[in-house]
Antibody, heavy 117, light 106 residues
Framework: EVQLQQSGPEVGRPGSSVKISCKAS????????MNWVKQSPGQGLEWIGW????????DYAEKFKKKATLTADTSSSTAYIQLSSLTSEDTATYFC??????????WGQGTLVTVSS | DIQMTQSPASLSASLGETVTIECRAS??????LAWYQQKPGKSPQLLIY???SLHTGVPSRFSGSGSGTQYSLKINSLQSEDVASYFC????????FGAGTKLELK
């Protein structure tokens, strides 16, 4: 059974950074890219980017190229997203979702990031 | 970037009714479209992929159709557990989601 366990809620001060994790199990971690998706409060979904854990290659939506950094640790089957220079616009729930560059059959439970001074 | 226009934004329907949600892409996405259901506080759940293929375990009252730039999700015989938000997603060229449709019971 595919499982994606994300880290708990984060509170970040404006201008700071936060790092969220997504631990995968039930499949071979390096067989699928890991996508990250943002959902702002009461809003729709935005794709942030993906990382290929096998090669460490990444691709980002233009909007998130200076905001998000994706990494992965194959030894622990864990993907990470770091969000930098936090502003109120970054307050959202962030999801991880593995895929083969098409639909997302599995999603993590989501991690709420709140930016507050 | 491909834009996805989803309608309606909200929908109120009665139990047993048939509802349809639509998504229009800004260009041809060649059936590279998925539909998701999301309940409050939960992650999205895949319903349909490749525009009309039912994901494993999804009830057959859900169906998808369309081609080119126009796609739709139909829910037959609405059940109480179908109250949720629904999103379309194109994956033909990177990923773009529709703004969502909030489905409520009348």
């Amino acid at each position: 059974e595919v499982q994606l366990q994300q880290s708990g809620p984060e509170v970040g001060r404006p201008g700071s950074s936060v790092k969220i994790s997504c631990k995968a199990s039930g499949y071979t971690f390096t067989d699928y890219v890991m996508n990250w998706v943002k959902q702002s409060p009461g809003q729709g979904l935005e794709w942030i980017g993906w990382i290929d854990p096998e090669y460490g290659s990444t691709d980002y939506a233009e909007k998130f190229k200076k905001k998000a950094t994706l990494t992965a640790d194959t030894s622990s089957s864990t993907a990470y997203i770091q969000l930098s220079s936090l502003t109120s616009e970054d307050t959202a729930t962030y999801f991880c979702a593995p895929g083969t560059r098409d639909w997302f059959a599995y999603w993590g439970q989501g991690t709420l990031v709140t930016v507050s001074s | 970037d491909i834009q996805m226009t989803q309608s309606p934004a909200s929908l109120s329907a009665s139990l047993g009714e048939t509802v349809t949600i639509e998504c229009r892409a800004s260009e041809d996405i060649y059936n590279g479209l998925a539909w998701y259901q999301q309940k409050p506080g939960k992650s999205p759940q895949l319903l349909i992929y490749n525009a009309n293929s039912l994901h494993t375990g999804v009830p057959s009252r859900f169906s998808g159709s369309g081609s080119g730039t126009q796609y739709s999700l139909k829910i037959n015989s609405l059940q109480s557990e179908d109250v949720a938000s629904y999103f379309c997603q194109q994956y033909y060229d990177y990923y773009t989601f529709g703004a969502g449709t909030k489905l409520e019971l009348k």
